[in-house]
């Protein structure tokens, strides 16, 4: 497919959410394609997931610099160096400038594992258990300042059992967001979804959601 939109991939950790979206981006109609992936940890995991997929990976490490501004001056640089239209977060553990989000509006998303605005921040699924809700699950939303908030793009929703630990609700729900944000990105590349007055709307006018929804549901 030609016209692709070239998309960064912002890491901390692990990276399954990141892998995801590689092995999205091998179909060849799929609108967006990863052409480098950072992360602000050396040691991240997912770095060498991306190698070893042929993806360029950097490292940009925040504790080399002495405040957020200067940081975010080499990742924006790195990611203009890439040419980049789109960044994904996946699992990015620092909290960015109004600057650096303001500079990438529209065009900077996230992955929650929560259904937002319920359980923004750390420890969703132990909050969400202690909370005692009946549906938890992720979402995929255009970064804005405040943490974890800004327009939403799509959720999937995965039901909470009775004797789910915080472990067991978390795989529930990482398996919900590797299938969720190919199809946020997807809806975003390909330019279907758009913001408008700080809501997302489809071009196409189709209600997205998740695949899984509680069954009980259909
Ligand atoms: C995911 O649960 C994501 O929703 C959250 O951080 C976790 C990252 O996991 N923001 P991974 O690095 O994608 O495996």
């Known amino acids: 497919m030609s016209g692709r939109k070239r998309t960064g991939v912002l890491i901390s950790g692990r990276g399954s959410n990141m892998s995801a979206l590689i092995n999205a981006c091998k179909k060849t109609d799929y609108p967006a394609e990863i052409v480098v992936v950072i992360s602000n940890k050396p040691g991240a995991p997912g770095l060498g997931i991306a190698s070893k997929a042929g993806i360029p990976v950097k490292v940009v490490d ?96 995965v039901p909470v059992l009775p004797d789910d630990s915080a472990d067991v609700l978390a795989k529930r729900v990482l398996e919900a967001e590797h299938k969720l944000y190919p199809l946020a990105l997807k809806l975003v590349a390909s330019g279907d979804a758009s913001v408008q007055g700080e809501k997302v709307v489809f071009s196409k006018g189709q209600t997205v959601h998740g695949p899984y929804i509680a069954p009980w549901f259909d």
């Open 62 to 157: 925040h504790k080399k610099f002495s405040d957020r501004e200067a940081f975010e001056v080499v990742l924006d640089d790195t990611l203009r160096q890439a040419k980049v239209d789109l960044i994904c977060n996946a699992g990015f553990m620092r909290l960015l400038t109004q600057k650096f989000v303001e500079d990438w509006r529209d065009r900077q998303i996230n992955i929650h594992p929560s259904l937002l605005p319920a359980f923004k921040g750390l420890n969703t699924h132990k909050r969400a258990l202690e909370a005692g809700v009946k549906l938890s699950g992720c979402t995929v939303h255009f970064v804005r300042t405040e943490m974890d908030a800004g327009p939403i793009i799509a959720q999937a929703a």
